[in-house]
Nanobody, 112 residues
Framework: QVQLVESGGGLVQPGGSLRLSCAAS????????MGWYRQAPGKERELVAR???????NYAESVKGRFTISRDNALKTVTLQMNSLKPEDTAVYYC??????WGQGTQVTVSS
């Protein structure tokens, strides 16, 4: 069983930045592909960014150039740096490991 704990959400004005972190309990964290997903009210959960065990990354088109995903295998953490935030980025953001395990989610609200 893998436990994931997200942190770093909050309220930010449009154009601002937030940094989300996800701490994993897995001893074999380095082998897992990790991802950040989000779910806005009334919408389906969608992939935001993903990073493989080799640190290959991919992003949703809507966040390319604004968000950056990274990982630290020694600390067993994955981070999502979000810049130039827009109101449409408002959602609950979830950390995912290996496409199977989920964190509890952290709220990101972009509003003036």
């Amino acid at each position: 069983q893998v436990q994931l704990v997200e942190s770093g959400g909050g309220l930010v004005q449009p154009g601002g930045s937030l940094r989300l972190s996800c701490a994993a309990s897995a001893s074999i964290f380095s082998r897992y592909a990790m991802g950040w997903y989000r779910q806005a009210p009334g919408k389906e959960r969608e992939l935001v960014a993903r990073i493989t065990s080799y640190s290959t990354t991919n992003y949703a088109e809507s966040v390319k150039g604004r968000f950056t995903i990274s990982r630290d295998n020694a600390l067993k953490t994955v981070t999502l740096q979000m810049n130039s935030l827009k109101p449409e980025d408002t959602a609950v953001y979830y950390c995912n490991a290996a496409g199977v395990y989920w964190g509890q989610g952290t709220q990101v609200t972009v509003s003036s």
